[in-house]
């Protein structure tokens, strides 16, 4: 662990950064054990794949920024891709397990016409 | 003083990671179906990239940073090429 030159206040500030974003991304994953069908299941991860996943490269910006002494904000990056992506790969899926259960004929599948 | 603030503080963070990585396999392992356990694997990707983006801050180094925007990509491309297939039946047509 290299213990740089980061002031207590940096220290405490990305701590409760990382810890509040990755309390965020648990959260939404129990969200995947408790609700009962897929469609509210594929809501649930999503509140990791925003906020949590914001607050973590929040975290990791500040850090950088504070050892470096200069603005890094290279985790930006990653943060733009994911917003990019995550409804897409969801919503993909969501069409696809529609496409799936509508096939078979299964009890709680939701109509066609039916606005979410 | 902030180097012990740093270490737990990052330690409790990547608990809570991994504890969320352990219940997004078991979702996978459980399923009920085959969406259940591709959505679960798209969980474990983001949350291995959040571990691994606080593995680089408690470290300190540069290089995890690469190797999580590739994880990011990967499991997009994943994510992608399952649900295509669990729609078509084949990836590329």
Redesign the interface.
């Known amino acids: ?4 030159d ?3 206040w ?3 500030a ?3 950064l ?2 509040a ?3 965020l ?2 959260l ?3 969200g ?2 408790r609700l009962r069908t ?1 469609y509210e ?2 809501h649930a ?1 999503t509140l ?2 925003t906020l ?2 914001a607050l ?2 929040a ?2 910006v500040l ?2 920024t504070l ?1 470096e002494r200069r603005f890094m904000p ?2 930006i ?2 943060g733009l ?2 917003t990019v ?1 995550t409804p ?3 919503i ?2 969501a ?3 529609l ?2 259960d509508r096939g078979e004929g299964g009890e709680d599948v939701p109509e066609a016409g039916e606005t979410p | 003083m902030s180097g012990a603030v740093l270490s737990w503080g990052l330690g409790v963070a990547q608990l809570l990671l991994v504890a969320a990585m352990a219940i997004a396999a078991w979702r996978i392992v459980r399923g009920p179906r085959a969406q259940d356990r591709v959505l679960g694997m798209d969980t474990l990707y983001l949350n291995a990239m959040l571990l691994i983006v606080v593995f680089g801050v408690r470290t300190g180094s540069d290089l995890y940073f690469e190797a999580a925007l590739i994880i990011g990509m990967l499991g997009f491309a994943a994510t992608v090429a399952l649900a295509k297939f669990l729609m078509r039946g084949e990836v590329i047509e």
């Not at chain 1, 662990?1 to 740089?4: I, N, Q, V």
């Open positions: 662990m290299t213990a740089p980061l002031p207590l940096g220290a405490v990305v701590v409760v990382a810890v974003g990755s309390a991304s648990l939404g994953v129990v995947l054990v897929f299941r594929v991860p990791g794949a949590g996943m973590v490269l975290a990791s850090f950088f050892t290279r985790e990056l990653i891709f994911l992506t897409v790969t969801l993909l899926l069409r696809a397990a496409f799936r």
